[in-house]
């Protein structure tokens, strides 16, 4: 694996903003050219998302794949959201504009100890949120996203145990939401962990007209302040349809680039981390940049390549999700 760097000076070039023009019509070019499609998760940098075919979340993202009839899929997003993409089109090139653009959440599952942890627990249906590598989803029953994991678990016998992975703070979520007991893998994300309560209860005292909405994937101290949890969809479309004009965003400030263009009119302010940095910003997503989109389009490369045994066995998983969505 490797990521292709830009030279000093042309990144510097690039980067400023009468450049900005002629790369956004140079992507546009090899679009037509590759008969490419470009898909951009919410947490990636307003460029990205400006100019997009397609914006969502992990589920619509999955589901846009799923259907898509271009030759190439450009993916900017983590790697497991490239992955998904790939275990759904093999025969598809599918690019990721850098291939180090990982997942804390992903990473905090390795295969060889959820293996483990899977033999521990026999006769468990494994449930697994998308954002975990191919081989946790080669070794899932179903998977599912912060937007169906509820339903999902809803669909499945009563009498039959669950193990939830890998993230722990959703899976306590799911289980408060349907009043079932889930084996739960204690992964997590370290932006959904990095918000501190203190501080959103401040900024709540001084807009005591705003609502705090958040991602299941906070802590429960978080969510218990919030007036909606939801997938990043349904934070976009709740904040679109309330009455109120403030909203103190609990999730990966990216998304609020949509949440300004949906609803100019009203204020989002980004929950605030507990140390003075921006952690809150997720590292990976913002390892993707519009020049470096440009070079993995131009270039057809970094590639995402899945060994054909392991996506057999993780499009099985995906296939149950978007039957039971």
Not at 86 to 105: Q, R
Not at 136 to 145: V, Y
Not at 253 to 278: D, L, T, W
């Amino acid at each position: 694996m490797f990521t292709k760097t830009l030279p000093q000076n042309l990144s510097q070039n690039l980067s400023q903003n009468s450049h900005h023009y002629d790369l956004f019509a140079a992507v546009e070019t090899l679009k037509s050219e590759l008969n490419a499609v470009i898909l951009a998760h919410y947490y990636q940098e307003p460029d990205i998302q400006d100019i997009a075919d397609f914006i969502g979340d992990s589920l619509a993202l999955s589901q846009k794949a799923a259907t898509t009839n271009a030759d190439v899929i450009v993916f900017a997003g983590v790697h497991f959201m490239a992955e998904t993409a790939k275990i759904l089109n093999p025969d598809k090139l599918v690019l990721l504009p850098d291939l180090n653009a990982g997942c804390s959440l992903a990473d905090s599952c390795p295969p060889q100890e959820f293996a483990a942890f899977k033999a521990a627990h026999p006769n468990h249906l494994v449930v697994s949120y998308i954002n975990c590598s191919a081989e946790i989803k080669a070794m899932s029953d179903i998977i599912c996203t912060s937007s169906n994991a509820v339903k999902i678990v809803n669909q499945i016998p009563e009498d039959q145990g669950i193990i939830f992975a890998p993230d722990r703070n959703l899976g306590r979520y799911v289980m408060e939401q349907t009043g079932r007991d889930l084996v739960l893998w204690q992964g997590s994300c370290i932006v959904h962990e990095t918000f501190s309560e203190k501080k959103i209860v401040q900024l709540k005292i001084e807009h005591p007209e705003a609502e705090i909405v958040a991602h299941p994937e906070c802590e429960a101290s978080i969510l218990r302040h919030a007036n909606y949890i939801g997938s990043t969809t349904a934070l976009l479309k709740y904040c679109q349809q309330s009455q109120r004009d403030y909203f103190i965003v609990a999730t990966e400030p990216g998304i609020i680039h949509q949440m300004e263009k949906e609803a100019p009119e009203k204020e989002f302010i980004p929950a605030p981390p507990v140390n003075n940095c921006a952690c809150n910003e997720c590292p990976h997503m913002r390892l993707n940049t519009l020049e470096k989109l440009y070079l993995a389009m131009k270039s057809c490369q970094p590639e995402i390549v899945i060994p054909e045994e392991i996506r057999l066995a993780a499009l099985v998983p995906i296939q149950r999700m978007l039957e039971l969505s």
